[in-house]
């Protein structure tokens, strides 16, 4: 459209140009130009077009968002709870305390168990690091994970505690702090914990897990 526009222009231009050729042909000499005696008979008019072509283009630049929370007391079991139920391809648990009570429906550690077991069955990949503390005393926690496909392993030694309280979700998102996986520091004791999917903490974190897994022993 634009182009047909412009030459619509040019061909105006020509018939206006030659019309005051022609007038100015009838009031001057004959036969000449006003202004050009003596000089050729013929004026040759030269026209440029010039076309101007403005591309606009829109640029979208995504930033990506990193997510930091403060986790207090109470709050860690839906935090926790949310981060396992995104979960796609792995989830990698190193806990101190991980205490599994089948006799009691409203401990909330029981809830996070099977909510780690239907990821198994759903194909996550979990991976769960314990202290001998929790094998001495809470042997039901093992046999229930391992019921369920999750791999299993204690810390490297039974002189050297895994006082880690960490939980890492695709690589990508880490909670960390002071709860255990058990009813007191989930519903009684004051805990602290940060949730943070800042990728470099990520990564830092999960390198150190494969650390303490590849160190680790079977867990009975």
Known sequence: ?????????????????????????ETGTAGTVPGNA????????????????????????????TTDQFIADREYYSAA???????????????????????????????????????ARQGVKVYVLLDDETARDYPETIAFLRSAGISVRLDESPRRRMHAKLLIVDNGTVLAGSHNWSESAMKYNHEASIETSDS?????????????WERGRPAG
């Open 1 to 25: 459209m634009a182009r047909c526009l412009l030459l619509l222009l040019v061909i105006a231009a020509l018939v206006a140009a030659a019309s005051l050729a022609g007038q100015a042909g």
């Open 38 to 65: 003596g000089g050729s008979p013929h004026e040759t008019l030269h026209i440029t077009v010039t076309e101007t072509v403005t591309i606009t283009r829109t640029v979208t630049i995504t930033r990506a968002e």
């Open 81 to 119: 709870a949310h981060l396992i139920e995104k979960a796609r391809r792995c989830i990698c648990i190193a806990m101190y305390i991980m205490k599994y009570d089948p006799g009691d429906r409203d401990d909330p550690v029981n809830s996070l168990l099977k909510l780690l077991a239907e990821k």
């Open 200 to 212: 470099a903490v990520a990564e830092e974190a999960a390198r150190y897990f494969r650390q303490l």
